[in-house]
């Protein structure tokens, strides 16, 4: 006789209370927090956390340089900015990413092109930015979204064709590996994500590496109100210019420094939780793991799972799947959630043009761009057959894994019930 459903005042598969938070938090953590206050050095990058954070960031990346600032959005603006993205530039970019992708994008005064998503790897679809590509077109920027590195050779390939530059999101990808390569080293700029969320966090906090001198020093300029010291005959001298105070705190980056000792121990745990789930979740029909291209080392920043209606005998479409399953899954304990709930275009801020002032920076170049959402089918495909799991990662244990694995079994195995 199948287990009674939680849903129908069963036993639930994970007991309350047993999925923790990210980040874990150890000792070594907290004494490098205190020992800021020691150096009393609260602020910049020359302070002693974040500048040994910047050399062991760039080594970790294999890239030549690293600049932390005080967010990954701020990481991403200071990279457009370091390549020579102007205003009224267009740059272009997943329309599934979290809209701060799109956001530094604006905050350069250029107009974000969106194109549509890759149907397996959630990442850009290389295929379509060519036909994205206008005369105003300085970038491309590819996600690592999930933590699933994009297909950069083929990216960087129309770029180099076109004569344009790429800046990748690597929020979601401290350590996550493209072709052998930890990716923060193989395009023009990479910005990293500290937030609290992150596989690698400070509290908040970003990064930006590059291989490129001067891609790096207009960077950094940007990110530090514009400043550049120059030694001027043995004196010192600081000159000013455009920029925004993108300075990291001294307490972010010892956090940051600190976990980053334990940052491949971490994503390794991920990878091995996720693996578990997805090789065990591909013998229940109606739902899936995400799927590894042969590329890629992903550190699943989230786990994602599809809702497969195709799959089972009952007609249903993939809403009601979705819909019905997650309430049986969550009264299982399972922690599941939903992300984001449409593709950046789609959204209202968009779909209007309003922008800041009078519509820039939409103006700022007369551009002509319009967004439909309905030109993303395989993003919002993924937005609506698609939700994340909590909890996949330390320190939760294989513990916590084995009973989500539980839970779906119990769900499926019974979804006539499940379904009414
Ligand atoms: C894909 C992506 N890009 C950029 C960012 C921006 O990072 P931050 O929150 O540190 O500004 C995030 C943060 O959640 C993100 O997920």
Not at 12 to 18: E, Q
Not at 105 to 113: E, Y
Not at 299 to 321: G, K, S
């Amino acid at each position: 006789m199948s287990e009674k459903l939680a849903i129908h005042g069963g036993t639930a598969a994970v007991p309350d209370g047993m999925v923790e938070t990210w980040p874990p938090l150890t000792q070594a953590d907290r004494d490098a927090v205190l020992s800021v206050f020691d150096s009393n050095q609260l602020h910049t990058r020359n302070a002693p956390k974040a500048s040994a954070l910047e050399q062991r960031w760039a080594e970790y990346c294999g890239a030549e340089h690293c600049i932390v600032t005080n967010g990954g959005t701020q990481s991403l603006h200071i990279a457009l900015a370091g390549v020579g993205v102007e205003p009224g530039d267009e740059v272009i970019l997943p329309a599934f990413s979290y809209w701060s992708s799109a956001a530094a994008i604006l905050h350069q005064n250029a107009v974000p092109i969106f194109v549509d998503i890759d149907p397996q790897t959630f990442t850009i679809d290389p295929a379509l930015i060519e036909d994205a590509i206008t005369e105003r077109t300085s970038a491309i920027m590819p996600v690592h979204i999930h933590g699933m590195p994009a297909d950069l050779d083929s990216v960087m390939e129309v770029a180099r064709k076109h004569g344009l530059r790429v800046v990748d999101d690597a929020a979601q990808a401290q350590g996550a590996t493209y072709k052998g390569q930890a990716v923060g080293g193989a395009t023009d700029a990479t910005a990293f994500s500290l937030n609290r969320l992150k596989n690698l966090t400070g509290g908040e906090g970003g990064l930006m590496t590059t291989n490129n001198e001067a891609v790096y020093t207009c960077a950094a300029a940007t990110g530090g109100l514009g400043s550049v010291t120059v030694d001027d005959g043995g004196t010192e001298r600081t000159f000013f210019g455009h920029g925004y105070n993108y300075r990291p705190v001294e307490f972010a980056a010892a956090m940051a420094l600190s976990q980053l000792d334990r940052l491949d121990e971490y994503n390794q745990q991920r990878r091995e939780m996720a693996d578990y789930l997805t090789e065990h979740l591909a013998d229940i029909p109606g739902v899936s793991g995400p799927y590894t291209p042969d590329y890629a080392g992903p550190v699943h920043f989230m786990y994602t799972i599809e809702f497969i209606p195709d799959e089972l005998d009952i007609d249903v479409t993939v809403d009601e799947l979705k819909s019905a399953a997650w309430n049986a899954l969550e009264a299982e304990g399972v922690a599941i959630l939903q992300w984001q709930r449409e593709p950046i275009p789609a959204m209202q801020f968009f779909q209007d043009e309003r922008g800041y002032g009078s519509a820039y920076p939409w103006r700022c170049g007369d551009s002509q761009v319009t967004y439909n959402a309905d030109d993303y089918p395989e993003s919002q495909r993924f937005v609506a057959s698609h939700a994340y799991l909590r909890g996949v990662f330390a320190p939760n244990s294989m513990d916590l894994i084995e009973r989500y694995v539980d839970a779906f079994r119990k769900v499926f195995s019974q979804i006539d019930a499940v379904m009414g």
